[in-house]
């Protein structure tokens, strides 16, 4: 495999400008949860990065739990089906949780999560995302904390995989298209 960074087309954000962004999010959510117990739940794979820093910009102590989902089907996100492949183990009945994110796109795997999250009853359920693409949408969904709005175009690094590769991308791009051919 080449040197992943020959592979990008163009970077949208650096490693520092996400740092950044992430330090601003951490210190709203530090006043916005001053005095409560906050579970932070990450959503597997993507998140592992947003997770790692956001959660070391907070100035307290704060537990993190994780999901992992898949969709049904082939493989593709459109339908909105979605399966637990890993269930938190935390009970988050009346605990204040905050589900952190790498991107929303059509918002379907976040939509599913959130209903099935608020199923059981937390005292407060709210979102935080790196990345969210609002011309992709295809539910609104309400999302207290967002790092960046981006066009629609296909992004990687920082978490965010292409077929499994380019997580490990410190900024995030997008490909160029030999990638892809
Ligand atoms: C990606 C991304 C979000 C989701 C957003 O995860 O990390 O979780 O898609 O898409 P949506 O808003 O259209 O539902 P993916 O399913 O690729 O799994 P991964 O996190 O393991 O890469
Ligand atoms: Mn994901
Ligand atoms: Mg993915």
Redesign the pocket.
Known sequence: ASDISGDLDHVLYTEREIHERLDELAAQIAVDYEGKDVLLVG?????IMVMADLMRALPTSVPMDWMAVSSYGSGT?SSGVVRILKDLDTDIHDRHVLIV??????????NWIRSNLLSRGPASLEICTLLRKPD?AKVTIECKYVGFDIPNEFVVGYG??YDERYRNLRDIGTLAPHVYS
């Open positions: 959503v597997l794979k993507g998140a996100k994110e790498d991107i929303i796109d059509s918002g379907l795997t976040l992709a965010l995989d």
